[in-house]
């Protein structure tokens, strides 16, 4: 698909300090945060700063098409770290998801406060990514108990 066919006049301007951050982690990385979502009429849905920064660097992006009825989730996928020094240092080599939903921004390399089964623990991103359909409906309940107090 083009994105060029992708319909964006229902979304609103993103803050300037979200979209700032955003496309500092693309010059510095040379990749766009995370694929966008569209809807089965090309209406965006979720992604519009990666949906802007791809047009405007002329880069190729994920496209997820998902119903509109259909529930999505943005989940941060990353590892625990602990900080020593002054550096945060990498705990285990086991992933773990979280829903994602506070609203800030977000990017592979942040260091987030987390929920987990015991007590609060701080985690590096290494991938943001969605949880669709059933997957959401399943993992929603489960991941809301470690989300609470997450920043």
């Known amino acids: 698909m083009d994105i060029g066919e992708i319909r964006t006049d229902h979304m609103t301007l993103p803050r300037s300090e979200k979209l700032h951050y955003y496309e500092n982690f693309y010059k510095t990385t040379g990749k766009l945060v995370h694929p966008i979502v569209i809807d089965e009429e090309n209406r965006l849905r979720d992604g519009y700063i990666s949906y802007l920064l791809a047009r405007k660097y002329g880069e190729q992006i994920d496209i997820l098409k998902v119903p509109s009825r259909q529930s999505i989730a943005k989940i941060v996928i990353g590892r625990h770290v602990y900080r020593v020094d002054g550096e945060y240092r990498i705990k285990c080599n086991k ?24 007590g609060k623990a701080y985690m590096c991103v290494e991938k943001i990514d969605y949880l669709i359909g059933k997957e959401c409906y399943s993992q929603h309940a489960r991941a809301l108990k470690h989300m609470e107090n997450t920043m």
């Open 95 to 118: 992933y773990y998801r979280w829903l994602y939903d506070l609203g800030h921004a977000v990017v592979p390399g942040d260091i987030l406060r987390v929920e987990t089964k015991k």
